[in-house]
């Protein structure tokens, strides 16, 4: 569930152009439910060896480049921060 909630996230990345306030908000409010304790609890979890088998290696590669600040859109790093920029601005 959390692999694909950061899939969908990563592709709304991927098609924002900065644009559209709608898709923009949409980020940012999934950055912060993936970024909530008990989430980056479970990514954490999800990451350690023993249980890398119960994702596929795309799904930990998403959730590798999240913990470290990224999204990853087309192969290409993606800084979360460009959004977190924007939800400071709004808080």
């Known amino acids: 569930m959390i692999a694909a909630s950061l899939s969908i996230l990563n592709s709304s990345v991927v098609m924002d152009d900065g644009t559209d306030p709608e898709r923009i908000a949409m980020i940012q409010r999934g950055i912060e439910q993936l970024s909530s304790k008990d ?44 959004y977190y920029r924007s939800i400071s601005k709004n808080l």
């Open 39 to 82: 989430i980056t609890t479970q990514i954490d979890l999800l990451l350690e060896d023993k249980n890398s088998g119960l994702i596929d290696d795309t799904s930990i590669s998403m959730l590798r480049a999240f913990r470290e600040g990224m999204f990853i859109g087309n192969g290409t790093p993606i800084p979360v921060k460009c």
